[in-house]
């Protein structure tokens, strides 16, 4: 079984990296080089979504070639980490969430595999997003590392860049959904397309738009992340194999 974490915006710099792979794809060049790194006690792939250094949006992210380069070095396990906005008071900024539903409101993304008339066309099953072992496993290696992360969420993936409208969010909110980000769709579809199990460990940065008294800054998203992401690499060094 081989393991990859995608990491967000402020999970750059969370392993020791022992290898470098360049990896071209049909759909073009991943984000970045795939690093090769230990999770817990496994071997894996580190891919930084949005490039190193981070510079690409989130609607400019190739998450084909992203998803078809971790297929082609043999991955079957996806861990990826998304930065987030908050709908539920109870999981406020540094809260650590494992989303077990979303709702795409992302538009104009590559978002198949099954995208000309060669490739097979594939309607995939997607009720359960994150329905496989690893999701599970993520939320033991949580459990094991003392590390406090809540089971269960619902992301709106929006197109972003910008952030969310009051409006939008209170719509998003009563259409079910508890957390706002921009990466997890179309990345969580491609991945099932590709035979890969996906979960996503959540990492609140803000409360959405509109929530709080304060407008949202950047400075504080960053600071918040970065704040974060001790807790976040202890929960994957307490990985283990599902
Ligand atoms: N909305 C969308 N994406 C995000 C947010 C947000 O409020 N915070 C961090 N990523």
């Known amino acids: 079984m081989s393991l990859a974490i995608i990491g967000g915006t402020g999970a750059l710099d969370l392993f020791d990296v022992r290898e470098e792979r360049r990896v071209d794809t049909p759909y073009g060049r991943p984000s970045a080089a795939l690093a090769g790194i230990r999770v817990g006690g496994l071997d894996g792939w580190f891919l ?3 490039g190193r250094p981070h510079r690409l949006p989130p609607h400019r992210v190739n998450y084909r ?3 078809d380069a971790l297929h082609r070095v043999g991955v079957e396990r996806i861990i ?3 930065a987030v906005g908050s709908m539920d008071s109870n999981a406020g900024p540094g809260a650590l969430v494992v989303p077990d539903q979303l709702i795409d409101y992302t ?3 590559a978002h198949s595999f099954s995208d000309d008339d060669i490739s097979p066309l594939r309607h995939i099953e997607f009720a359960e997003p994150f329905a496989g072992p690893t999701r599970a496993a993520l939320l033991a290696a949580a ?3 003392g590390v406090s992360c809540a089971d269960g969420g619902c992301v709106a993936v929006t197109q972003g860049p910008r ?8 719509r998003m909110a009563r259409d079910g959904a508890s957390l706002v980000g921009m990466t997890t769709m179309p990345e969580a579809s491609l991945a099932r397309e590709a035979g890969m199990d996906y979960a996503s460990l959540c990492v609140v940065a803000n409360a959405a738009a ?4 304060e407008p949202i800054s950047e400075e504080a998203i960053h600071e918040v992340l970065a704040g974060a992401m001790g807790r976040v690499r202890s929960i994957l060094a307490a990985f283990e194999r599902p």
């Open 163 to 170: 952030l969310e409208t009051a409006a939008e969010v209170r």
């Open 210 to 213: 509109g929530l709080d008294e």
């Open 107 to 109: 538009w104009g993304r």
């Open 80 to 82: 990826a980490i998304n």
């Open 143 to 145: 459990e094991r590392a």
């Open 48 to 50: 930084a979504r949005h």
């Open 65 to 67: 070639a992203n998803i």
